[in-house]
């Protein structure tokens, strides 16, 4: 089977993750890298023994099926008009772009060039997501009374992700950063919700993003939703999307771990043995007019609606 190619623009923390998936994958191939920053590029390059190119040009040149775009958001919107110019399929990291406005740009741009589009959420293609999905679609939670996200840092940024943006009011922030993934597995699992009101707190210095937001929030069925963040607080980092019902609680803990608990009893860690589709194998899948799993710019778009609601 002819595999399918990459070609990456953007190689920091997340970019890298992105690589190591890609090498690992049987019918994936990286053909082209490209980041501004040249000093990473040839770190990159030497240690994962990478085709590296100079210029976007030269990368369009490596005729690519998809194209990762793993840069700041407020590039996103012009890199997708690009890429979509070439009429490649555009693999965008979160969120979709800087504001809405630049995301209805790229839905436009893709929708115009007829190309796929997918975004990497890697919650959506992750056993616990898989698990939660199957319990609420076969009604073991019961009635479902309340859904509740909380994240707390200690640390924002957090520790290993230190660059120039992430802390900034312009283009950084957990609300852009944590939020999304989140955002988009409550949309996958109970379709669209409306935030009815939100406070969002901000440092002293305009330059520095949130410190802290609170919202609540409804799904078109009725379901209640909170949405609770905070940085900079006395205790270690804790990350909880919890789909509360009338039987059992399910909680998708710190990214990775599936907590079930029913009444009177303390809550149990569930081991996963699903092995739902990789982001990787839907794209492979799609380009290869296989039904795959991905979330389109449109559904990323949903979800910038709802970011930039929560940063006013």
């Not at 998809?66 to 965008?92: K, M």
């Not at 283009?171 to 597995?185: S, T």
């Not at 039987?247 to 009893?265: P, Y």
Request: net charge negative; aromatic share 8%.
């Amino acid at each position: 089977m002819t595999k399918t190619t990459f070609a990456l623009i953007g190689t920091g923390v997340v970019g890298e993750r992105i690589i190591n998936q890609i090498l690992a994958h049987p019918n994936c191939q990286i053909v082209s890298v490209f980041d501004e920053n040249k000093t990473r590029l040839k770190e990159i390059s030497t240690k994962y023994q990478l085709p590296v190119v100079e210029t976007l040009e030269e990368l369009f040149q490596s005729q690519p099926n998809w194209v990762y775009i793993g840069t700041p958001p407020v590039s996103h919107a012009p890199l997708a008009e690009q890429i979509a110019a070439h009429g490649f399929n555009i693999l965008s990291e979160k969120p979709l772009a800087h504001d809405t406005q630049d995301g209805i740009r790229m839905v436009k741009a893709a929708d115009e060039a007829k190309v796929h589009t997918a975004m990497h959420f890697p919650l959506m293609y992750s056993p616990e997501v898989h698990d939660l999905k199957k319990a609420i679609t076969t009604d073991s939670l019961g009635d479902i009374v309340r859904i509740e996200l909380h994240t707390y840092f200690p640390h924002w940024p957090r520790k290993w992700q230190q660059n120039p943006w992430i802390a900034s009011r312009e283009q950084g922030g957990f609300i852009r950063e944590i939020f999304p993934h989140y955002l988009q597995v409550l949309y996958h699992l109970f379709g669209d919700f409306s935030i009815s009101s939100h406070e969002t707190t901000y440092p002293e210095n305009e330059q520095l993003c949130e410190t802290g937001v609170t919202a609540l929030a409804k799904t078109e069925s009725g379901i209640p939703i909170v949405l609770n963040s905070i940085a900079g607080i006395g205790q270690e980092e804790l990350l909880e999307f919890k789909v509360i019902g009338t039987k059992k609680v399910m909680t998708i803990r710190n990214w990775s771990e599936l907590w079930v608990s029913e009444k009177d009893e303390k809550a149990v860690h569930i081991i996963s043995d699903s092995k739902p589709e990789s982001l990787l194998e839907a794209c492979h899948g799609l380009i290869n007019g296989k039904e795959s799993l991905v979330v389109s710019f449109e559904e990323g778009l949903k979800v910038q609606e709802w970011i930039d609601k929560l940063l006013k």
